[in-house]
């Protein structure tokens, strides 16, 4: 690769963490003029820098991508019933991708008895999230909400698995980014369903856990 070639493309990582702290500082001031189409830019930045860095890039990573771009677009009015609808509809989408780019990619070799438990913890984790968060969630939401919590679940134990299958640098990246969706996620359900507002720091939080997930699955998914 020539000396060209590697400084484009480590323009890309450069370019995405320049936009993500501008959209951090927007978010902490309340700065909605900046931070709305920040936030727009994050993940296709993301997935030129993911294109950029693989070796073997897999469309279901982009597309995983691409649909928290549009996840990403619909919550920024996420205090309207529908529009957080489709929105973690989008987020859904984006983690049955990475689903399918884990379970295509690979090898998955534990004892039932040990999936059995690492499942169950999670499920005891949902039961108790979900039984004290309930009230809170508006009716309507409540099985999406559900859902969704369960997909988040399913894709930390997706890639929790195959890294004690055999263990790399970029299935541990991996599972940290699951592990901090579930942070981020968590942030943003306590700040439009207990608070019913966006506190601008607290929106900081959630999305500076949101743009780590994003970016240690990529990076994970890359390695």
């Known amino acids: 690769m020539d000396n060209e070639m590697i400084v484009l493309k480590w323009l890309f990582p450069v370019f995405l963490t320049a936009l993500a702290v501008v959209h951090l500082v927007s978010c902490w001031r309340g700065d909605d003029d900046l931070r709305k189409p920040t936030k727009v830019a994050l993940m296709p930045v993301i997935a030129l820098t993911y294109l950029a860095f693989a070796d073997t890039p897999s469309l279901w990573v982009v597309a995983g991508l691409l649909f928290g771009c549009l996840?990403?677009?619909f919550l920024l009015r996420p205090l309207q019933n529908k529009f957080f609808t489709l929105g973690t509809a989008s987020f859904f989408l984006g983690h049955v991708c990475y689903l399918v780019h884990i379970y295509t990619t690979y090898a998955v070799h534990v004892r039932w008895f040990w999936i059995v438990l690492v499942c169950a913890v999670y499920a005891i984790g949902?039961?108790?999230v979900y039984k004290g968060s309930r009230k809170s969630i508006p009716r309507v939401l409540r099985p999406l909400a559900l859902a969704y919590m369960v997909?988040?679940?399913?894709l930390s134990v997706?890639?929790?698995l195959p890294m004690v299958t055999?263990?790399?640098w970029g299935k541990l990246m991996a599972f940290v980014g699951a592990s901090f969706f579930l942070t981020s996620d968590g942030l943003l359900c306590d700040m439009l369903f207990?608070?019913?507002?966006e506190p601008p720091k607290q929106n900081c939080a959630v999305m500076a856990t949101y743009i780590l997930a994003?970016?240690?699955l990529a990076v994970?998914?890359?390695l």
């Open 71 to 73: 996840g990403d677009l």
């Open 126 to 128: 949902i039961v108790v």
């Open 151 to 154: 997909m988040l679940c399913t």
């Open 158 to 160: 997706s890639v929790f």
């Open 166 to 168: 055999a263990f790399t």
């Open 194 to 197: 207990t608070k019913k507002a």
């Open 214 to 216: 994003q970016v240690l």
């Open 220 to 222: 994970g998914f890359a």
